[in-house]
């Protein structure tokens, strides 16, 4: 039976409370739509010592080259005090043309939308290569026991895919007005300034460690890091706490801490980043007499889909679906495209992201619909003349 309709897979889909860990059910579903289509589906179970053990799903059709690909994550954020809900967040309750409930932009509408546009693609006749899903139980944790370890598992096994479209929900007002081409960095940076403790009454026999991190503070906060690239917006630098934690209103401290985080561009690695920061620190360090130490943890580089033949097929095939041609951005958090960069050329293609992670998580049922169009014609397009 050809699937024509992505809103009812969509809502069974959105009806498994798959808050990460959890899979309650969710890859199941998608593995009873997608068998029937004559994808093979191999669960992967991925574990770490100190983590819970999360599901998993890779699907394939077809034998021959090119392999599309289609990524995505069936986990969802936890849904929050469900109470203010207007209706129960794993109801997925349509109102007025909208669909609401965890997961509905963020993404379980996109993996909908694109089985049911790999089905209209396979009623049309042989299918010209193959069709891969890359499907993680672990976006939204801490993305150990996912995607890269899906990929992983496909180098193992042979499974070279060609060109990946993630289906994160990218666009803005309407689906496919906006595609990422790549995205920011994002590295968190600690910082311990190390002074001597003394009596408030004799600071001359101290080493306030507290002007020395706010020097610091002040100095990182008010650099700009680069002007931007053709691609990027500007790197930022953002505090998000600075701590001294000293009940004693007598006492100077030994220490203080801060920690920041920087979205950075693809003018900058991690490596350049803390050049760039110990040096800062050297110099207030000097200046002050402190001890002034750094340790940072990467989440994401920054990468970039180089615009060529494939980010032209993707935007050509939007614009004929929807009559605009979509903007090209980097901008917004990390995604697990960062993972699926080193093996082929990605671009990140789904719904409007506005309500993500929100109460009353919603998209338009028109636009699951026009998402479903998109992805339809463009496998079409790509199996047509697969790009080099
Ligand atoms: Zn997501």
Redesign the pocket.
């Known amino acids: 039976m050809a699937m024509l309709d992505p809103l009812p897979l969509a809502q069974a889909l959105m009806r498994c409370p798959s808050v990460t860990p959890a899979d309650a059910g969710a890859l199941g579903v998608l593995e009873d739509a997608l068998q029937p289509l004559g994808f093979a589906c191999h669960r992967l179970i991925f574990t770490e010592p100190d983590s819970e053990p999360v599901d998993n799903l890779y699907a394939r059709i077809g034998t021959r080259a090119p392999l599309f690909c289609f990524a995505g ?1 069936t986990d969802v954020v936890p849904p929050g005090d469900a109470k203010a809900w207007r209706s129960a967040p794993f109801d997925a309750e349509v109102r007025h043309g909208v669909l609401y409930g965890r997961g509905a932009a ?2 379980k509408t996109a993996i909908a939308a694109f089985v049911v546009a790999t089905a209209r693609h396979l009623a049309k006749g042989d299918l010209k290569g193959s069709i891969g899903l890359i499907i993680t139980g672990d ?2 944790g801490e993305a150990i026991n996912g995607t890269r370890k899906i990929l992983d598992w496909m180098t193992e096994k042979g499974e070279r895919a060609d060109h990946c479209i993630v289906g ?2 990218t666009s803005v007002a309407a689906a496919g007005d906006t595609l990422k081409i790549g995205r920011r960095g994002s590295m968190t940076v600690r910082v311990t300034v190390k002074g001597t403790q003394g009596h408030v009454a004799y600071p001359n026999r101290a080493n306030n460690p507290i002007p020395a991190l706010a020097a610091l503070v002040t100095k990182l906060a008010n650099l700009p890091l680069d002007q931007g690239t053709g691609h990027f917006d500007p790197s930022t630098l953002a505090f998000t706490t600075v701590d001294v934690g000293n009940p004693a209103s007598n006492v100077i401290p030994a220490e203080a801490r801060a920690t920041f985080n920087i979205r950075f561009n693809d003018l900058h690695t991690p490596d350049s980043l803390m050049a760039f920061l110990n040096a800062e620190a050297a110099a207030v360090a000097k200046q002050t007499g402190c001890e002034i130490t750094l340790t940072n943890n990467v989440s994401g580089v920054a990468f970039l889909t180089t615009p060529g033949a494939f980010t032209d097929l993707v935007a050509k095939t939007v614009e004929g679906a929807t009559g605009r041609r979509p903007e090209f951005s980097t901008s917004g958090g990390t ?1 697990d495209a960062r993972f699926i960069k080193d093996h082929c050329p990605v671009v990140e293609l789904g719904l409007p992201g506005t309500t ?1 992670h929100k109460t009353d998580e919603c998209v338009l049922v028109s636009d699951i619909q026009k998402l479903t169009d998109i992805y339809a014609a463009l496998l079409d397009a790509y199996f047509a003349n697969p790009p080099g």
């Open positions: 994550h963020d993404m976006e939204e994160e929900p995604s993500m």
